[in-house]
């Protein structure tokens, strides 16, 4: 069974898969998060290891079994999406990130990425966490989506009652939105996995 896994963790396992056959030094690690903690990197590294990706041996580190059975899937990632107001429009990819194509729930090909940005979904989504979703342009009463108002990205509790949409913040302190006639809305995808950022 494959056990969630932090975006840096499985960018370092695939590196570490990568360079199999070279020295991997915490600075080379460094760039592949784009940090400058040693403390970070040593983080994740931890993490792999405790879920039995990785094993630390004299020559550094080597991938256990369980990690060669997993085909990567590399899903679209654009960007930052607000949970609050004033979200950004969904464009092209900013890059594509490394999963475990067991881990999802859809088809890879059916999946895409966003970064959760602002405060209307805790306690269930948190700034910084990472949103997987399922490409659809329909939604169920309950469903989070992740959904375009008026060229702004949001993710947010959809309801639709007598043919009257509305989305909910999960906070109580961000009122809901009402999408009426005048409304540009449509539903880009519903969230079906998340990414907590722990960092």
Do not use: W
């Not at 490394?98 to 890879?108: D, E, Q």
């Amino acid at each position: 069974m494959v056990k969630d896994l932090h975006t840096n963790q499985t960018k370092l396992l695939k590196f570490i898969e990568d360079n199999s056959e070279n020295d991997i030094s915490l600075s080379k690690m460094r760039e592949v998060l784009g940090t400058k903690s040693n403390n970070l990197v040593l983080h994740h590294l931890k993490q792999l290891e405790e879920k039995g990706y990785i094993l630390k041996g004299e020559n550094g580190y080597q991938l256990m079994p369980q990690a060669h059975q997993q085909p990567m899937a590399y899903i679209p990632f654009y960007g930052k999406s607000q949970c609050g107001h004033d979200g950004i429009f969904l464009k092209d990819p900013e890059n594509y990130v490394p999963v475990f194509a067991k881990f999802l729930k859809t088809n890879p090909k059916k999946a895409f990425m966003v970064e959760a940005y602002g405060d209307s979904m805790e306690n269930y989504i948190y700034e910084g966490d990472m949103i997987i979703a399922e490409k659809t342009d329909i939604a169920k009463t309950g469903n989070i989506v992740v959904c375009v108002v008026d060229g702004e990205a949001k993710i947010k509790r959809f309801s639709k009652e007598n043919d009257k949409i509305t989305l909910y913040s999960d906070n109580i302190k961000h009122p809901p939105i009402l999408i009426d006639e005048s409304s540009q809305f449509r539903i880009i995808g519903k969230v079906i996995q998340i990414i907590k950022n722990f960092v």
